[in-house]
């Protein structure tokens, strides 16, 4: 009697899934893995960290049908990537290039290591200094010393 309800509601998910499921029509097998690897490789415009490939934005769905679209005229990866920034800027590919407005984005990892490494050997050096007693403060050492043992 519960099997009927749950084989009901399995049909209705899959067939929701399969719904949503976009369907793009190649050439060739080459055409189809450069695509998969292009709604990888570039971002969604909306989603602030998801790529083509995971987000539901309508954007991204304009954007894969995009470049389902390029790479069906035969452009290669390159060219895609192009018109990509030129229509949306650097922003939408993962890799950003190396200019005056992201040089930061390359050289601030970089300046935290070396600032970290030396902010290390710095306190290195301190923490190794002998720490000079008194007759006094030696004294009381030794029958706290003497007390212990």
């Known amino acids: 009697m519960k099997l009927l309800p749950m084989l009901s509601l399995l049909i209705f998910i899959g067939g929701a899934v ?9 050439d060739t097998e080459a055409q189809q ?5 292009l709604s990888k490789e570039l971002r969604c415009p909306k ?9 539901d934005a309508m954007i991204a769905a304009d ?3 995009k470049v389902h679209d390029l ?5 290669n990866k390159e060219q895609v990537i192009a018109y990509m920034k030129q ?9 950003p290039p190396v200019n005056s407005m992201t040089i930061w984005l390359w050289l601030l990892p970089a300046l935290f290591v070396l600032s970290g490494l030396l902010w290390l050997l710095m306190n290195r050096k301190t923490s190794n200094t002998e720490v000079k007693l008194n007759s006094a403060q030696q ?7 003497e007390r212990d043992e």
């Open 18 to 26: 399969s719904a949503t499921e976009d369907k793009y029509q190649f």
């Open 33 to 37: 893995n450069l695509f998969f690897e």
């Open 47 to 55: 989603c602030q960290n998801q790529n083509l490939a995971d987000s």
């Open 63 to 65: 954007l894969k049908r």
């Open 71 to 75: 790479v069906k005229e035969g452009q």
């Open 87 to 95: 229509r949306y800027g650097d922003f939408v590919y993962y890799q």
């Open 139 to 145: 004294k009381r050492v030794d029958e706290l010393l």
